[in-house]
Structure formats: C-alpha cells, structure tokens
C-alpha cells in the first residue's frame, strides 16, 4: 500500500471534505484503466467542466438570494433559476455520454482476476492510506496499477462522486442518533486547529468543490515527495528495488512542496460544556487536551487510559460496579500528528444523575494524582498494551497498515520502541510534569447526551484547586 500526508487537517475553508472526496476519486481509473475512449472521455470532461462553471456562477446568485431571505436552502430543486435548472439537465445529458464508455470499477476487476483482496482505502485529519493484498507474484501488476493511477489520474465522474461523498456524509452523520451532536462537540473542542472540521467535511462545503481544485490538491499532495509506499511480503529487497524505481520513478516530483500546518491550538483558558437532546442513553464525554501522536509522553497517556479502562479498570470498577451509577464507563486517548486528545465516555445508568457520573469521574482522575499506580497493576496494563500490539502485527497485511499509518503520523520507526521503552515516570507516583498538566480537569470540555424530555440542566464541573 501507500500513504498520503495529507487528511482534513490540511485542508481550508471553503473546501473541507476533499481529501475523503480524494479518497473515493483515486478509484476512477487513469487514460488507460476505467474508460473506452481516452479522447472522447477527456472532451466530455471538459464539456462538463464549461457547464459546472456557469452553474457556480447561478449558484452565487442564488447564494445571493440566500443571504437576502429570498430562499431557505441552496439544494432545494425548486429554489434554483431557471438557468441554472437548464445547465443541470445539460450536465445530466453529458454524465449520461459519459457513462457509456466508462468501464465501472476496472481498477478493482483487474486487482480481483490476479488474486487480490480486501482493495480500499481510508482517510483521517492527518493521512489518507491505500492498500489492498495480492500474490507475490502479482507485485509488478501493483505497481504498474499504482503509478499508473499516480501519473495518469482521469477524475472522471467527479461532480457525481461528489454527490455520492454528500450523501455519505449524511448517512453517516446527519441521519445517525449522534452523528450531528459529535461533530459540533469536535468543532467546540477545537478553538483555531484544522481539526475543528469533520473529515467528511462540512455540508455547505462539499457540493461546491471544484474539479479545478481537487487538481491543485492532487499536485499539492499526492506528489512522490508527499507519499511513502509499503510493501510486505514474501519477496527479496534486492529484486524488488529495481522494479519499483522503473514504475514509480517515473512520477515527478512536486514543483510545490506540501505547504505546513502551522496553526497551533492556544491554551484552553476555562471550561467549555456542550449539551444536546438526542435519542440514545444519558452519557457523560469529557475531553481533554493531551499530547501528538509522537510526544514522549503519548506512552504515559496509553497506560493511563488503559488503567481506566476495562472491565478491570478503574473507572469501570468504580462506576459500573461500585457505585452502579453508570452501564458503561471507558477512557481512551487519540493522539493525532499535531495534537491529541484523551477522552472518558461514560453511560449513565438509567435513574442516575449525569452530574454524579461526571464528579465520579473526577474522583477516579484524583485518586490517580494522590497516589502511586501500585507496580503490578502497572505492569498488568503494560502487558495487556505489548499484547495488543503484538496482535496488530500478527499478518503482513496487518504489519503493512501499521507501517502505513505510523508513517503517516510521523516515523514507522516509532513501531519497534513503542513498549519497549522504560516504564514513564507519569504512571508511577504522578511527578509535576508537561502531560500531568495537559489532562488537568480544569481545561475540559464535557458534553451530555440524553433521550428528548429527559434532559437535565448541570451544574458546571467543580472547581478544581490545583493545576497539575
């Protein structure tokens, strides 16, 4: 497989939602794999691009009416011009041209004939991976497939796979019981880094991303500059070297380098308290700010959350089994390549009040801070964290999405030093240190959810009188 540097973090206004579109148009095939006709396929696109154009341009005037109240909703059929119900049945006529000589789905026909399996892709706020599994003597196909569809992307299809992004979006987060309340808590959370906006993208975005600039991004970001490519499996380095530097090195390279991300997330100065009316159980979410994926104390963090959660967790034992004020009760941390996240969700328990689970939460951080984390409850949840690693590196397919995903965030090479390192001094005594201070409760930002009628007003969190 491969990796792009590149997910919703890097992205603007105006366009979020584009690297997931990336995601789906990298499967549209190049001038040789996915059409008929290369020469009439190109001449319908650029036909259709002349028709996107004037319909962007009623598209501004209806926004125009939008802003004045003349209209409610820029995707409601029956509030578009005349003109530009005319360019869309146009478009319509030229997509339908087109589909005649698209072969559908070729790339993954081709792959499947020759013994592949599982072919896809996925994206995040810092990376977009490709991979699929195939016959090792079936490796000189893959990389003709993939630095074919590096070279020579044809975005055919583009404004109907765009449409097809939108409606993914929508099932998956404006039809879901909690997708909507999620992503406004993600965009409260964050005060001024990129992660603010959903990966899918915001809804306002998506229908006017341009084919014009997914080929800015596409030079932008999928230059071999920007990509590392990953390969396990049963082949000798000495043979497969000279194959990869025939097909891959006929990619150029960028003439723009990847512009940074240079926007940090300034200090939390008070709490932040998020709360929605939704058809699932109470639940109690609190979040704080924690450290990138590749801290020194990201190690630290995972033990931490580990000693908090499961069915021998604190958090579980104490809320779930002691107290019975919660179903369920789990701690996790989501380090991300320029910031991260640790988190503690918490069902409450039907009859129980969601400001007790929140305050017992907090109990349980305290208890931590005050005490040493005895030695062999720390090294059962260190046990458990090597096992769990070991097992994502079970296969090579397994071994080859960790690579990918590693890299992505920062260095494959953080893999083998992962557990390996001394135990962190965070876990055992709690000393005044960088990360202690980063998950103090005071910086938090809690949200509750609850079944419509049923929502309570909380008090705020507590006050806490100490900083860690």
């Known amino acids: 497989g491969w990796v792009a540097r590149v997910g919703s973090a890097n992205e603007r206004e105006g366009v979020t939602g584009i690297s997931h579109l990336f995601e789906h148009m990298m499967f549209k095939g190049t001038r040789t794999i996915g059409t008929r006709d290369i020469e009439a396929d190109l001449r319908i696109i650029d036909e259709q691009e002349k028709v996107q154009e004037q319909m962007r341009q009623e598209m501004g005037l209806m926004r125009d009416r939008l802003r004045r109240g003349e209209i409610d909703d820029l995707l409601k059929p029956e509030n578009w011009t005349p003109r530009y119900r005319e360019l869309d049945k146009r478009f319509d006529e ?5 589909r005649q000589i698209i072969v559908k789905d070729q790339l993954d026909q081709i792959y499947t004939k020759n013994g592949g399996e599982s072919l896809n892709a996925g994206t995040t706020e810092d990376l977009t991976l490709y ?29 109907s796979e765009r449409d097809v992004v939108f409606e993914e979006r929508r099932m998956r987060t404006e039809s879901t019981p909690l997708g909507k309340y999620d992503e406004a808590f993600n965009a409260l959370f964050w005060e001024a880094h990129p992660y603010k906006w959903p990966v899918l993208g915001w809804p306002s975005d998506i229908p006017s991303i341009s084919k014009a600039q997914a080929d800015d991004y596409f030079a932008i970001y ?35 380098e990847p512009p940074p991300v240079v926007t940090l997330e300034p200090k939390q100065l008070g709490e932040k308290r998020y ?65 991260g996240v640790f988190e503690v969700e918490c069902v409450v328990k039907e009859g129980k009040d969601p400001a007790a689970v929140e305050a017992a939460v907090y109990e349980e951080i305290e208890k931590l801070r005050d005490a ?12 458990q964290g090597k096992a769990f690693a070991y097992r994502r590196l079970s296969s090579p397919f397994s071994i080859a999405v960790q690579l990918l995903f590693y890299e992505g965030l920062g260095d ?35 949200a509750g959810r609850a079944r419509p009628r049923r929502t309570r007003r909380w008090p705020p969190c507590p006050p806490r009188r100490r900083r860690w």
Not at 94 to 98: F, K, N, S, W
Not at 223 to 230: C, K, S
Not at 372 to 383: G, I, S, T
Not at 419 to 446: D, F, H, L, M, V
């Open 94 to 98: 030229l997509v339908a041209r087109q």
């Open 412 to 446: 494959w090479r953080y893999i083998p030093t992962r557990w390996t390192a001394p135990p962190p001094p965070i876990c055992s005594g709690w000393p005044a240190s960088t990360s202690r201070r980063k998950t103090a409760p005071w910086a938090c930002s809690c």
């Open 372 to 383: 040493e984390v005895p030695a062999d409850e720390l090294q059962k949840v260190k046990n």
């Open 222 to 256: 999928y230059a071999p500059n920007n990509l590392t490519g990953v390969l396990v499996g049963d082949f000798k380095t000495a043979e497969v070297r000279p194959l990869l530097e025939r097909y891959f090195g006929r990619i150029p390279r960028g003439r723009q």
């Open 275 to 339: 709360r929605a009316e939704a058809e699932t159980s109470p639940t109690v979410r609190i979040w704080w700010h924690a450290v990138p994926f590749a801290h020194q104390d990201r190690t630290a963090l995972d033990l931490l959350s580990d000693v908090l959660s499961g069915r021998t967790g604190r958090l579980y034992k104490g809320l779930v089994v002691g107290r019975q004020i919660a179903n369920e009760a789990t701690a996790s941390i989501d380090p991300k390549k320029y910031d």
């Open 131 to 159: 991979y699929i599994r195939l016959p090792s003597n079936r490796l000189e196909l893959w990389a003709w497939l993939e630095s074919d569809r590096l070279l020579n992307p044809v975005f055919r299809e583009f404004y």
